[in-house]
């Protein structure tokens, strides 16, 4: 069988953009070792620093496990009303004992999941944390097993958890893009229970304590979600907002301090939410390119988009926009309607803003023997020819 090349075909998107900028738009950077930022309902990415680097999620850890006890209630697991011990261990390790982030439950006490969700999005509680992991898992080490797993199923690669708080322990690892996909999960699919992230204040057990979250008293729109600190990696988090409509999501790392981490935020979202609008650049059921079927009744197919694609750009001076189509070339028949056959990149400048599945628009059944015999030949020439490219010395 003959090898498939992967295919790229780029193009200048001008729809509605200046195909090239008069001056380039004002150079951004942020104070943060790692970054990244999107626009929720475009996936535009707006500022990437670093963002694939490994870092030590420090309490960020924390999401992680919420993300786990949001889908376990999802999936009829378990219930805000189921109950969980609180073991000498979560006590110890994460309660009053330990002078850290607690909501102070008692030894051998019993805690609703409810408030366990509270005590954990509201105050990052270290026990809270180990109670539900526990209670779920049995053990932390196996709940941890299961958060590793889930950051797997949507779209963490590469992220490692060894626990459910984040305390110091050497193996756990994230990028900034995975805490990005990781705080879009909770509040996209989980909205009646991101809310808590949100709460400014939580009074359980006859304690008052208010949310950790340094931009929530701000006014600025955010509605969540943590921060974190690790011993020779700084400062770090991340936050999402929404304002007139337009939502962001946020992860920073390495900063330098409690106040520049703060500051550094609400600088990165107010330049996001201020800078920016939105292009629609390809409609709705529109054929965005064609990609070649080999033995079919038809040559060709038309690739599309499930939805509409839109990206974020600069408000002033956008750069030029171009795409570029990736595929397996070339798609082999039968091919049915519906099957994700590439993708779609689309570049603002130099600088990858956005990726969209491509679809095929309609089936393509197989060709008749002519057709078929025709296709052959002309896959063994043009193999041939890029056999022999591939192999012909450059010259010197």
């Not at 001056?23 to 999107?38: E, G, L, N």
């Not at 420090?58 to 805000?80: C, N, Q």
């Not at 408030?115 to 509201?122: F, K, P």
């Not at 590439?342 to 600088?351: H, I």
Request: aromatic share 8%.
């Amino acid at each position: 069988m003959l090898k498939r090349l992967l295919l790229m075909v780029s193009f200048v998107i001008v729809g509605g953009v200046s195909a090239f900028a008069q001056t380039p738009p004002p150079a951004f950077d942020t104070k943060a070792a790692q970054a990244f930022m999107i626009e929720a309902s475009t996936g535009t990415i707006l500022l990437a620093k670093g963002e694939d680097k490994p870092i030590s999620p420090a309490s960020l850890a924390k999401l992680m496990t919420m993300d786990v006890v949001f889908d376990a209630i999802a999936r009829g697991e378990i219930s805000p009303d189921t109950e969980y011990l609180v073991s000498e261990n979560a006590w110890r390790t994460g309660g009053a004992p330990s002078r850290a982030s607690t909501m102070f439950a008692a030894l051998k006490s019993r805690v609703r999941v409810g408030d366990l969700i509270q005590g954990v999005a509201v105050q990052q509680a270290n026990d809270g944390c180990i109670i539900v992991a526990e209670g779920i898992s049995v053990s932390e080490a196996e709940f941890a097993r299961r958060m590793t797993q889930h950051a797997r199923e949507i779209g963490m690669p590469k992220a490692i958890f060894a626990n459910s708080t984040g305390l110091p322990d050497g193996d756990s690892k994230v990028s900034v893009r995975e805490l990005v996909t990781l705080a879009q999960d909770l509040q996209q699919k989980h909205p009646d229970l991101y809310k808590y992230f949100g709460q400014a204040d939580f009074t359980w057990n006859k304690i008052y304590q208010r949310n950790r979250n340094p931009l929530l008293p701000l006014s600025m729109g955010v509605d969540g979600l943590g921060t974190g600190f690790a011993e020779g990696e700084g400062f770090s988090i991340v936050a999402s907002v929404e304002r007139n409509g337009r939502r962001l999501f946020l992860a920073l790392g390495g900063l330098g301090s409690d106040k520049e981490r703060t500051e550094e935020a609400k600088r990165v979202l107010e330049w996001g939410l201020s800078n920016f609008r939105s292009q629609r650049v390809f409609a709705d059921g529109e054929v965005i390119a064609a990609a070649s079927v080999y033995g079919g009744a038809s040559s060709n197919v038309g690739l599309v988009a499930k939805t509409p694609v839109d990206v974020y750009i600069p408000v002033n001076n956008p750069d030029r926009l171009a795409a570029r189509i990736v595929y397996r070339w070339p798609l082999t028949a039968p091919v049915e309607g519906g099957y994700e056959a590439g993708t779609l990149k689309v570049f603002s400048g130099a600088r990858l803003v956005r990726e969209v599945p491509l679809y095929t628009e309609t089936a393509v059944g197989r060709g008749g023997l002519g057709s078929r015999a025709f296709d052959a030949l002309i896959e063994l020439s043009e193999s041939m020819l890029f056999s022999w490219l591939w192999d012909t010395p450059t010259a010197t």
